[in-house]
């Protein structure tokens, strides 16, 4: 409730906004997540760029909702979509909503490590997330970038599912035993791209995680607006002002 009794709904705050000791440029210097209420359990797909998350995200939403290129780094920002989840059977269905985030990243991206920028997407991603799928390349095999994102999530504790993309065919399940080596497990082996074992991956997600909260309907959408400027730009003042009109 406002101070004049009115009433205030939709408005959230998601993060910690700093500026810089100067107060010149708006710096995001911590994330603290405040989970919405009636929200979806989140599952958050990350990986190196170029490994196949955004490829995955389009094969569960069976469209086209993340950009898919051949270039490393191309998800400029993080997409999400709402997924129904059968938690029972063919016989008795009972499905529930869940939210998949596809993480990305962009900027100077190398082989051999991943970039600030990057890991910054990631450790945003995993601080809203309930599962995390771990996507790793079958075809370029375990990296340093794997690892680093591996120590992050071992960091974290965060309830983790390791998959292998682009193991297009039973051939490259062979290689699935290295991925283990990172401490979760061996990877089910998956192709986003031809749908391979996608089914088995859904059963290990609906095992990871209790998802019998989950809500049965969509919740209606909700708009979010981030109010950010320097120190003494009136931030607040505008807050108090919209709650108030
Ligand atoms: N062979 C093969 N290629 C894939 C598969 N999934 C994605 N790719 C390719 O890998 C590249 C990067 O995919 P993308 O989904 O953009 O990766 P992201 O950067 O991790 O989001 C694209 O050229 C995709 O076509 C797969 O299952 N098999
Ligand atoms: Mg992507």
Redesign the pocket.
């Known amino acids: 409730m406002t101070p004049s009794g009115r009433a205030v709904t939709g408005i959230r705050l998601w993060g910690t906004f700093l500026t810089d000791p100067c107060g010149n440029s708006p710096v995001l210097t911590r994330i603290r997540y405040t989970p919405p209420m009636n929200r979806l359990p989140v599952v958050a797909i990350v990986?190196r760029?170029?490994?196949?998350?955004?490829?995955l995200l389009n094969a569960l939403a069976r469209k086209r909702v993340s950009i898919?290129?051949?270039m490393?780094g191309?998800?400029r920002d993080r997409v999400s979509f709402p997924l129904p989840l059968n938690l029972g059977d063919e016989n008795r269905p009972d499905w529930r909503y869940i939210e998949v985030v596809d993480t990305g990243g962009y900027g100077y991206h190398d082989e051999q490590g991943l970039s600030e920028h990057i890991k910054q997407q990631i450790e945003i991603a995993m601080a809203r997330a309930d599962v995390v799928v771990f996507v790793v390349d079958c075809d370029a095999g375990l990296t340093a970038g794997d690892q680093e994102i591996a120590t992050l999530l071992r960091r974290t504790g965060r309830n983790t599912l390791l998959v292998a993309?682009?193991a297009?065919s039973e051939k490259a399940d062979t290689s699935l035993g290295d991925f283990s080596r990172l401490g979760f497990g061996t990877p089910v082996g998956i192709?986003?791209?031809n749908g391979r074992n996608l089914d088995d991956l859904m059963g290990r997600l609906k095992k990871s995680y209790d998802f019998s909260a989950a809500p049965k309907d969509l919740p209606k959408p909700t708009t979010h607006i981030a109010i950010v400027g320097k120190r003494n730009a009136g931030k607040s003042t505008l807050v108090n002002a919209i709650a108030e009109s």
């Open positions: 990986g760029p170029n490994v196949g998350k955004s490829s898919v290129q051949d490393p191309v998800t993309n682009k297009d192709s986003a791209i």
